[in-house]
């Protein structure tokens, strides 16, 4: 069973910088895992960032960037606005088994 | 406009069957994958299976392998998740996505 990993929390200071990872039970993410992003508020279906490791969909904050940080796929916020508060999930494709699999998610806060 | 828009809640019972849909618009229907995710109340996100409308070719988490079932129909611009036979851990809200648009979500609840 493939597990994926982030931080289950995090808190960051308005203005601040933050950086939430993704790890793979498999072994070092690589841009063949094409890393997805999502921000889901409460009450709100998720809401795509970031695909296939650094790329912005049109409504993505300049403040929002994706990259490979370490062997795990990483998100950082640069400039963090207390809108930005949210549960923030990675996804991993794993072309062996043609799957796609769900990090955990980190709960970031603002305060 | 991109819409991805999902049927209503559904509340079942044990053992009953059910099937929900996912309406695309303003888009090539049969160009994108659609996938469905789980939410169970509380919980992350869990990612079910695709379809690609154009060939239906379907692909599903082992997770979910047999015990749902992924459709669509291309001439309606409509992607299906089915069971067979629901139990009370189906309770859940069910999102469908393609890879930049999501649903609004179903909730499913399933009760004696």
């Known amino acids: 069973q493939t597990v994926v990993t982030q931080e289950p929390s995090l808190t960051v200071s308005p203005g601040g910088t933050v950086t939430l990872t993704c790890a793979s039970s498999?072994?070092?993410?690589?841009?063949?895992?094409?890393p997805n992003w999502f921000q889901q508020k409460p009450g709100q279906a998720p809401r795509a960032l970031i695909y296939?490791?650094?790329n912005k969909h049109s409504w993505t904050p300049a403040r929002f960037s994706g990259s490979l940080l370490g062997g795990k796929a990483a998100l950082t916020l640069s400039g963090v606005q207390p809108e930005d508060e949210a549960e923030y999930y990675c996804?991993?494709?794993?072309?062996?088994?043609?799957?796609?699999?769900f990090g955990g998610g980190t709960k970031l806060t603002v305060l | 406009e991109v819409q991805l828009v999902q049927s209503g809640a559904e509340v079942k019972k044990p053992g009953e069957s059910l099937k929900i849909s996912c309406k695309g618009s303003?888009?090539?229907?049969?160009?994108?994958?659609i996938g469905w995710v789980r939410q169970m109340p509380g919980k992350g996100l869990e990612w079910m299976g695709i379809?690609?409308?154009?060939?239906?070719?379907?692909r599903y988490s082992p997770s979910f392998q047999g015990q749902v079932t992924i459709s669509a129909d291309k001439s309606i611009s409509t992607a299906y998740l089915q069971w067979s036979s629901l139990k009370a851990s189906d309770t859940a809200m069910y999102y469908c996505?393609?890879?930049?648009?999501w649903g609004q979500g179903t909730l499913v609840t399933v009760s004696s």
């Open positions: 996505a393609t890879p930049q648009d």
């Open positions: 303003g888009y090539s229907f049969t160009s994108y994958w």
């Open positions: 379809i690609y409308p154009g060939d239906s070719d379907t």
């Open positions: 498999t072994g070092a993410v690589t841009s063949g895992y094409y």
């Open positions: 296939s490791t650094s």
């Open positions: 996804l991993l494709y794993y072309g062996g088994a043609q799957t796609w699999v």
